[in-house]
């Protein structure tokens, strides 16, 4: 019913800056929050940065000052601006949303398929 589509990922030298995004498409009546997740190697899904409907931002403090994340309601995309990554930043990337898909219908959690991001010179 609803995909989300990121794009963005890439190998970058410490220091350097990416930009994810991810565009939501399908069946659709109103969105929720919206965020970012990374998992790297051997290690568990974590929450990287969200936004809700109203614009109230959370980062995991790792990535404070320096990853922002941006929406743009009209066209059901969200973004991740990252600067000054390291090579802890390393990890599959992924795009959450929290979706009514009709006026009646609860909230249902969707993910996209993951964007790598590789840091490492």
């Known amino acids: 019913q609803v995909q989300l589509v990121e794009s963005g990922g890439g190998l970058v030298q410490p220091g350097g800056s990416l930009r994810l995004s991810c565009a939501a498409s399908?069946?659709?009546?109103?969105?929720?929050?919206m965020g970012w997740y990374r998992q790297a190697p051997g290690k568990q899904r974590e929450l990287v940065a969200t936004?809700?409907?109203?614009?109230?931002?959370n980062y995991v403090g790792s990535v404070k000052g320096r990853f922002t994340i941006s929406r743009d309601s009209a066209k059901n995309t969200v973004a991740l601006q990252m600067n000054s990554l390291k090579p802890e930043d390393t990890a599959v990337y992924y795009c959450?949303?929290?979706?009514?898909?009709?006026?009646?219908?609860?909230?249902?959690?969707?993910w996209g398929q993951g964007t790598q991001v590789t840091v490492s010179s």
């Open positions: 399908g069946t659709i009546f109103s969105i929720n929050a």
């Open positions: 959450n949303a929290e979706i009514k898909n009709r006026p009646w219908t609860t909230l249902t959690n969707y």
């Open positions: 936004i809700t409907s109203g614009g109230s931002t």
